[in-house]
């Protein structure tokens, strides 16, 4: 399985970006796809989380309300919309997928994209 993520780039805050990550090779429905991110300095955070099915998202607190997750199945892709965004969600952004765990608050990914760096500047 591979991801390709894209989308990233800079925004003055309160600005919107959508992030997107392709999914190819052998998947199957049986699977969570999500974004983490990594700021400077800082741990890996999970941001988001959705069912290939579509029934099931999550967003963590910091992003709620501003950031939704969907995905297309017939594009094998998922996004990340990022609006009024803010300096603090400056960061390199990571696509995952988790495969067999059907579990969207939390992710345990088999899968990584290689990231793609979102810059909010103030």
């Known amino acids: 399985v591979q991801l390709q993520a894209s989308g990233g780039g800079e925004v003055q805050a309160g600005g919107s970006l959508r992030l997107s990550c392709a999914v190819s090779?052998?998947?199957?429905?049986?699977?969570?796809m999500g974004w983490f991110r990594q700021a400077p300095g800082k741990e890996r955070e999970f941001v988001a989380a959705?069912?290939?099915?579509?029934?099931?998202?999550y967003h963590s607190d910091r992003v709620k309300g501003r950031f939704t997750i969907s995905r297309d199945n017939g594009k094998n892709t998922v996004y990340l919309q990022m609006n009024n965004l803010k300096p603090e969600d400056t960061a390199v952004y990571y696509c995952?997928?988790?495969?067999?765990?059907?579990?969207?608050?939390?992710?345990?990914?088999?899968?990584w994209g290689q990231g793609t760096l979102v810059t909010v500047s103030s």
């Open positions: 995952a997928v988790e495969v067999g765990r059907l579990t969207v608050t939390s992710m345990r990914p088999d899968f």
């Open positions: 090779g052998r998947t199957s429905s049986n699977i969570v």
């Open positions: 959705i069912t290939y099915g579509g029934g099931l998202a």
